[in-house]
């Protein structure tokens, strides 16, 4: 019973922690677009295949 004293106050620290890095990525907008990092992907490969082309990127 006295472990209780010990394990609902770090529950409410945990949950505070919790709520707090929520806040904090929504108000820096990790939320706002969802659908660029897939989309990344597919746009990566076109510009590593263009660069492929270009003698200048290349190292010698």
């Given at each position: 019973?006295?472990?209780?004293?010990?394990?609902?106050?770090?529950?409410?620290?945990?949950?505070?922690?919790?709520?707090?890095?929520?806040?904090?990525?929504?108000?820096?907008?990790?939320?706002?677009?969802?659908?660029?990092?897939?989309?990344?992907?597919?746009?990566d490969e076109s510009d590593s295949a263009e660069a492929d082309d270009?003698?200048?990127?290349?190292?010698?």
């Amino acid at each position: 019973m006295e472990i209780l004293f010990l394990l609902i106050p770090l529950a409410v620290l945990l949950l505070a922690v919790a709520a707090w890095a929520f806040w904090w990525s929504v108000r820096n907008r990790q939320f706002e677009d969802l659908e660029r990092r897939g989309y990344d992907i597919l746009w990566d490969e076109s510009d590593s295949a263009e660069a492929d082309d270009d003698p200048a990127q290349r190292s010698p």
